[in-house]
């Protein structure tokens, strides 16, 4: 009976080292991806630039297009923005920008203040001529090239603290419960 009581203990202090092991490694995980996901959503807006500029598609049929080109999950953003437009589900660009923005907050590691800059950016696009949509992307590719700096400071910084962090948190845990 004795044994079978610290085989339990035992098992549960493996189990909460293993929990604090895996909440580091996920929260850890977020910090690699995020320098990640902003070059993917820096590499979309350069080709939504030369859709909107070269093929001078519409914004719709260039969100649809740039969805197309995008990996996961930042071509969620376009392809909601797309679908929102299309189906006449938006009242303007601005408004199926901002659903677009909002999926994509929901599966990818930005930032508020990355999202922030998406934001700002869907005010400028369908509001102005090619060129005033040039500079707004323009401007956005700027902010998203100093986040992207930052994120990969952080990314230096914390990526490979917070696995061991979660462990060590588990292993703290463990000896409080003993």
């Not at 923005?81 to 189906?87: F, I, M, N, P, T």
């Not at 929901?106 to 060129?131: H, P």
Request: proline share 3%; aromatic share 6%; hydrophobic share 50%.
């Amino acid at each position: 009976m004795e044994n079978l009581a610290i085989w339990f203990k035992a098992v549960g202090a493996v189990l909460v080292l293993a929990a604090g092991g895996a909440g580091g490694w996920i929260i850890g995980r977020g910090y690699q991806e995020r320098p990640a996901e902003l070059r993917a959503v820096r590499q979309a807006l350069t080709g939504l630039r030369n859709e909107i500029l070269y093929r001078s598609a519409s914004l719709g049929q260039a969100w649809s297009e740039v969805a197309r080109r995008t990996p996961p999950p930042v071509n969620r953003l376009f392809a909601v923005a797309a679908e929102s437009l299309e189906k006449g589900e938006a009242g303007s660009a601005s408004f199926a920008w901002e659903r677009g923005v909002a999926s994509l907050a929901t599966v990818s590691s930005l930032t508020s203040s990355d999202l922030e800059i998406l934001r700002a950016l869907g005010q400028g696009l369908g509001n102005s001529g090619r060129d005033g949509q040039e500079r707004v992307l323009t401007l956005a590719d700027q902010e998203l090239l100093a986040a992207e700096a930052a994120a990969d400071a952080e990314r230096e910084k914390n990526a490979r603290l917070w696995p061991y962090l979660g462990v060590a948190l588990g292993a703290s845990l463990v000896l409080l419960l003993i």
